[in-house]
Structure formats: structure tokens, C-alpha cells
């Protein structure tokens, strides 16, 4: 497995929380779980994302400017993940909130995909890919 295939398997599961996340209702304990779960795994991918992964990447004059970006997005939600933990779950404006959190990670995620993944392609060696994947899902089992 190399990095891209690790981080890409982490994005199909904040994908589906996501979505199972933005049709729940109200103050009820569902919410409650998968709002958890996907805070959790937001969490804990950005800080394995941002070592092994952009990190790795800030040094090399083509990859600066979009490792920071990614970054920078990775702000934007943990903003949006605190907006949702300071709105009662039974408020209009939370389900809101939480459709723009899927909106603001979904960009991110196809960004990603399909911009950064080729480009950070060119700049790591096969070995690199593969020792970054080790390091990222050791993080990722360790901290989730």
C-alpha cells in the first residue's frame, strides 16, 4: 500500500460518515455518534495527513503552495467541526453547518485526489510512498 491508497481508503470513510451525518434529525443519540466519529476521524487524518503527508511535501518548491493550502483547509474544518460542537443538535442552523462541513470536506478531499496525489506522485519515490503509507495507518490505528 502507498500513501495515496491510505489516505484515499480514510477519505471513503469520511465520505460515508459525512453523508450518514447530514441525514440525521435532531438531539438524538445518533447524531450524537456519528457527529463523534466523524470529529474523531477528521481529527486524527489531519494530523497524520499533515506529517505524512504534507509535511514531506512543504520543502519541494512545486508542492509548497498546495501542501499550505491543505493545511489551510484542514483549519477551515476543524472552524466548522467547533462552530457544530457549540450549536445545540436540535437547532436549524446545526444541520446547516453540518452540510457545509460536508460541502467544505468533500472539496478537499477531490483536491486532494486529484490534484495534489498526482503531484506529490512526481516528488516521492516508490520506497517514500510506501514507508509514508506505514507511518500514516500506524498513526491513523493508534490514535482512532
Do not use: C
Not at 22 to 41: H, L, P
Not at 57 to 64: E, F, K, P, T, V
Request: proline share 1%.
Amino acid at each position: 500500500m502507498n500513501i495515496f491508497e491510505a489516505i484515499r481508503d480514510d477519505h471513503d470513510t469520511q465520505r460515508d460518515l459525512l453523508g450518514k451525518l447530514v441525514k440525521t434529525s435532531g438531539d438524538t443519540k445518533n447524531r450524537d455518534e456519528i457527529f463523534k466519529a466523524v470529529k474523531n476521524q477528521l481529527q486524527v487524518h489531519a494530523d497524520a495527513e499533515e506529517r505524512y503527508f504534507y509535511k514531506p511535501l512543504i520543502s519541494n518548491d512545486m508542492m509548497q503552495e498546495h501542501a499550505r493550502h491543505g493545511i489551510a483547509e484542514h483549519h477551515e474544518i476543524d472552524e466548522l467541526i467547533e462552530q457544530l460542537e457549540n450549536t445545540d443538535y436540535d437547532s436549524s442552523a446545526w444541520l446547516k453547518i453540518a452540510k457545509d462541513l460536508k460541502h467544505k470536506v468533500e472539496h478537499h478531499l477531490e483536491e486532494e485526489e486529484h490534484t495534489f496525489f498526482q503531484l506529490a506522485g512526481k516528488v516521492f519515490s516508490q520506497t517514500q510512498k510506501t514507508d509514508l503509507a506505514k507511518s500514516y495507518k500506524k498513526h491513523m490505528t493508534s490514535n482512532l
